[in-house]
């Protein structure tokens, strides 16, 4: 891939941002996520690549989709090819209800290197560098939680696990306290929660816990930009969806996926903006004057280059892009 996609792609999500941000608080969680698609659609049409989407929104939301297969950019012959994963609105019932931690994101790699997740769940975890490689999903919480302590140089108690607020966590979070360890919930949001156990200055240490495949994908590209590690395992309900799996070329449905079978070979790209506020980044603001605010990251895998951007926007001048 070429160097100057990195800064490219995080147009895409500021646009799609800014469109999402104007529906915060506003209980229209189908508005938001739409917004963001037609943002996004656009402004990757601007961009020099052939894209493919290989994963798309969540089929589950009921909501605008940049689907499975859809073209992207308007590259010619010259232009690189990439596989493209995208979540226009990671949180769209964050947006709806103004909560925290709302994010656009997307990953792009080359050709053939991006899982093809099936949109179901995905048992995840995801660590820092630092305790890379010397953690297994399959090792019980507390074997995960001392080595990490190990790794890190902390004492147990001073471990924290960043886990979904759901009731089929409840036994996990349990085992976790029982542990010593210390426990984050969250709501939705699970892309930034991943990427949080990868940056020492969240202090989080762990992410683990089941959710969506498609953004395990996402977050893998971003663990890989980051030098972490992260392990998964597809947990189909039933033989519907396991056959999905074997079409989408995994014969063991439920076999461990490492992070290079979730983002093959050594490049990818990951970009994320703010729409609202969160442990990674700052949402959209909205400063007066037709203009607002975003923050961002973007991130290589290739040169492990992590990249924060703010930026001022003047809305007059993308109407189509920003505003409903």
């Not at 010397?134 to 886990?163: F, G, M, N, Y």
Request: with cysteine; hydrophobic share 40%.
């Amino acid at each position: 891939m070429e160097r100057e996609l990195a800064l490219e792609v995080v147009r895409v999500t500021e646009v799609a941002a800014l469109a999402s941000a104007q529906w915060l608080g506003r209980g229209k969680k189908n508005e938001a996520d739409g917004a963001a698609t037609s943002a996004m659609r656009a402004m990757f049409d601007t961009i020099a690549m052939r894209g493919t989407v290989v994963i798309g929104e969540g089929e589950l939301d009921e909501a605008p989709m940049l689907y499975i297969g859809e073209s992207l950019g308007n590259g010619t012959e010259d232009s690189p090819e990439v596989d493209v994963a995208v979540d226009p609105l990671e949180g769209t019932t964050i947006v709806s209800k103004g909560h925290n931690n709302a994010m656009s994101v997307l990953a792009i790699g080359d050709k053939g290197t991006l899982l093809h997740a099936p949109d179901m769940y995905m048992m995840k975890m995801a660590v820092g560098p630092r305790v890379a490689g010397k953690v297994h999903l399959d090792d019980p919480i507390e074997t995960i939680i001392d080595r990490i302590a190990e790794a890190s140089q902390k004492r147990v108690q001073d471990v924290t696990v960043i886990i979904q607020e759901r009731e089929r966590h409840d036994a996990l979070i349990e085992a976790i306290r029982e542990k010593g360890a210390r426990v984050k919930l969250f709501g939705d949001g699970d892309v930034g929660a991943a990427i949080a156990a990868c940056l020492p200055q969240t202090g989080i240490d762990l992410f683990i816990g089941i959710g969506g495949a498609p953004e395990g994908v996402i977050s893998a590209a971003a663990i890989k930009c980051l030098g972490g590690d992260m392990q998964a395992r597809l947990k189909p309900q039933n033989d519907a969806e396991r056959e999905r799996c074997r079409q989408m070329g995994l014969a063991d449905p439920e076999q461990l996926l490492t992070l290079n079978d979730l983002v093959s070979g050594d490049d990818a790209i990951f970009a994320a903006t703010g729409v609202s506020d969160g442990e990674l980044l700052q949402g959209v603001r909205y400063l007066g004057e037709n203009t607002a605010e975003t923050h961002s990251i973007v991130m290589r895998a290739k040169t492990k280059t992590i990249r924060f951007i703010r930026a001022l926007h003047n809305l007059e001048h993308k109407p189509n892009l920003v505003w409903g």
